[in-house]
């Protein structure tokens, strides 16, 4: 008798113990980690580390499909990036922020493209000394003439279209084709700032009066309305288990795939082109070259 009270002692005790460990258990925030250039291209010896819309997705579906995944905090440290590619990112953060909060931590930088992706979520939390805003865009056009001369490389254009050949990179653009190209970065810049306009609840020239392109403390841009939270890590968790209406969860942290010495795109050419007896410089351009017709880059990106 005496034996069975004390079990049924033990289960009660037991069963007050296991559920609230099991509730938080079952209740997570999903942390993403994203560093480097916002591009299409994956990481490689010459790029560094990159952040590529395709891992961005397959993090935010992992996070989006699991039941169990209440709000999602992204570590965010980018100089910013493609245009194209922070648009597809910037949609997949609001896309999933339908169905479960978001929340940006920048701990380091998140300028221009950087940002621009933050302003999709829920809410952004930024250390005072951390590195955000240069709400801007840039545009590069590569002229590649003189790289082919050096090469030997002649090249034939044909061409059906005024203005088809005007970034191949085999001339100088003319005044009308500089005039061309100012009025797509203008076009890239007032999305820009409509993006920022509507993530942080500002009106239009309010966000144009911010998007000098300059760089901001995370201190000062909490007094201008570029985030909402000064802190780190811990802060966005606070912040995540208010939003998901939780008391408390457990943390898990996406990684990203290993990377090896061989899965670094070009490392085994840069390898035969040292022994070759080619330059550092030498490489660079021919990788350049390997990319294929030049093309215009617009970059939110400081």
């Known amino acids: ?26 209740e997570k925030i999903a942390v993403i980690s994203l560093s ?26 992992r996070a989006e499909a699991d039941p169990a995944v209440k709000a999602i905090i992204i570590r965010v440290n ?15 953060i609001e896309r999933v922020k339908e ?17 621009y ?8 939390v930024a250390s005072p000394v951390a590195l955000t805003g240069s709400i801007g865009v840039i545009s590069q056009v590569m002229n590649v003439e003189e790289l082919y001369e050096k090469l030997g490389i002649r090249v034939q254009m044909f061409k059906g279209g005024r203005y088809k050949d005007m970034y191949s990179g085999f001339r100088e653009l003319t005044e009308e084709e500089e005039e061309i190209t100012q009025r797509l970065v203008d076009e890239y810049y007032e999305h820009f700032v409509g993006v920022v306009a509507a993530g942080r609840g500002l009106s239009t020239d309010e966000a144009r009066e911010l998007a000098t392109g300059q760089v901001y403390t995370g201190a000062r841009a ?4 570029l985030v909402d939270e000064l802190g780190g890590l811990e802060t966005a968790l606070d ?15 996406y990684h990203p795939p290993r990377r090896t010495v061989w899965s670094l795109l070009g490392f085994g050419d840069a390898l035969l082109m040292r022994l070759w007896g080619l330059g ?23």
Do not use: H
């Open 1 to 26: 008798m005496v034996s069975l009270v004390a079990v049924l002692i033990i289960v009660v005790v037991v069963t007050f113990i296991v559920r609230p460990m099991a509730r938080s258990a079952e």
């Open 99 to 115: 169905e479960k909060p978001v929340v940006v931590v920048i701990e380091n930088m998140a300028a221009s493209g950087g940002y």
């Open 117 to 124: 992706i933050s302003t999709g979520a829920d809410r952004i």
């Open 239 to 253: 912040v995540a288990l208010e939003l998901a209406g939780l008391e408390a969860a457990r943390v898990e942290y």
């Open 78 to 92: 980018s100089p910013g990036g493609t245009v194209p590619a922070c648009q597809e990112i910037l949609e997949e």
């Open 222 to 225: 909490r007094q201008l309305g």
């Open 280 to 302: 550092a410089e030498d490489i660079i351009l021919l990788e350049i070259l390997s990319r294929g017709y030049p093309q215009p880059s617009f970059l939110y990106q400081g």
């Open 36 to 61: 480097g250039t916002i591009t299409f291209q994956g990481s490689s010896l010459l790029s560094g580390a990159t952040i590529t819309p395709d891992r961005v997705r397959g993090y935010l579906s």
